[in-house]
């Protein structure tokens, strides 16, 4: 098994098909076709089943896989850590966090610590569902929950307030809740999806609810940007965190003394990455920005 063939396998491997597997190896679709031939004809097994809708991993092609992403994804780290430079930061930073908070909080901060930091170039990538750190899908993890996967780094970042919202012009025409079970008599705004990005995000469908019906939202949304612009526009009752600052703006603020569910904010990376000089820059970089919203 040569490193050329496995390289060509494990790209055709993650993309399911030849020709999009060429596309990222800038080859032909016919000349990956005869690389997995040969690999094939080499180990006397097959690898893939074909089929007219794609490729799909026999048992043992599953097993060569399993193997070679962790060759990869070593040499990956192996080569991060090679290129970083002893005397300052260096290299391409891979993040990942959730879709709200990097687009809205994370996004419109990151020309800051670009600028401090100009040999340092970045990979942004907004998942509500956890990447693989140790599979190095990313270097370094913004979650909104304490790490799940062993041998992870973790610093916490911040505890997030949640916030119950709605725009003046709402409460003028539908009146201002005082009490939680208040809420069974107005317009709810809720995050919706079957994969939420933090644990127990719908709480407001459930605070001080009366007993019966349950308490239904007008607007489901997986979005916390839209659920903001749908609870500005006058829609209805929401609630959002506390680090929305610019989308809070204008809003008013209700039942201050309803008690939320926490959440804890921290800052991940696996073990090999623990003397990295671009993973250390940034975590102070947020933990300095960060200190502004409390």
């Known amino acids: 098994m040569d490193w050329d063939k496995l390289r060509v396998f494990h790209a055709v491997a993650e993309a399911g ?17 005869r690389q997995i031939s040969a690999l094939e004809e080499a180990l006397q097994v097959p690898l893939f089943h074909r089929h007219a809708r794609g490729l799909i991993l026999t048992e ?23 290129t970083e430079s002893k005397e300052k930061p260096a290299g391409r930073l891979k993040v990942t966090t959730t879709v709200g908070f990097g687009s809205a909080w994370l996004a419109p901060r990151l020309q800051g610590f670009l600028e401090m930091y100009p040999d340092v170039t970045m990979t942004l990538l907004l998942d ?83 007993a019966g019906q349950p308490r239904r939202a ?3 949304v997986n979005s916390l940007h839209a659920m903001a612009l749908a609870i500005r526009s006058g829609m209805g009752i929401g609630v959002l965190p506390d680090w929305m600052t ?41 933990l300095a920005r960060l200190q502004e919203l409390h």
């Open 60 to 82: 043992q092609g599953e097993s060569l896989n399993r193997t070679v992403r962790e060759v990869f994804a070593k040499l990956a780290m192996t080569e991060a850590l090679l």
């Open 218 to 220: 007008l607007l489901e």
């Open 17 to 33: 098909s030849f020709t999009h597997a060429g596309e990222t190896l800038n080859l032909s679709q016919s000349a990956v076709s």
């Open 128 to 210: 509500d569902t956890d990447l693989d750190l140790a599979m190095r899908e990313a270097d370094v993890a913004i979650r909104m929950h304490p790490p799940k996967q062993p041998d992870l780094v973790q610093r916490h970042l911040l505890q997030i307030q949640w916030l119950v919202v709605a725009h003046p012009d709402y409460l003028a025409k539908h009146g201002t809740p005082t009490r939680p079970e208040e809420l069974d008599d107005h317009k709810i705004i809720l995050f919706g999806d079957y994969r939420p990005p933090v644990a127990d995000i719908d709480w407001l469908a459930e605070a001080g609810r009366r």
């Open 246 to 286: 610019d989308d809070l703006d204008g809003l008013t603020r209700l039942l201050p003394d309803l008690k939320a569910p926490k959440v804890e904010v921290y800052f991940v990376y696996p073990e090999e990455l623990r003397n990295s000089k671009r993973v250390a820059v940034f975590r102070d970089f947020l």
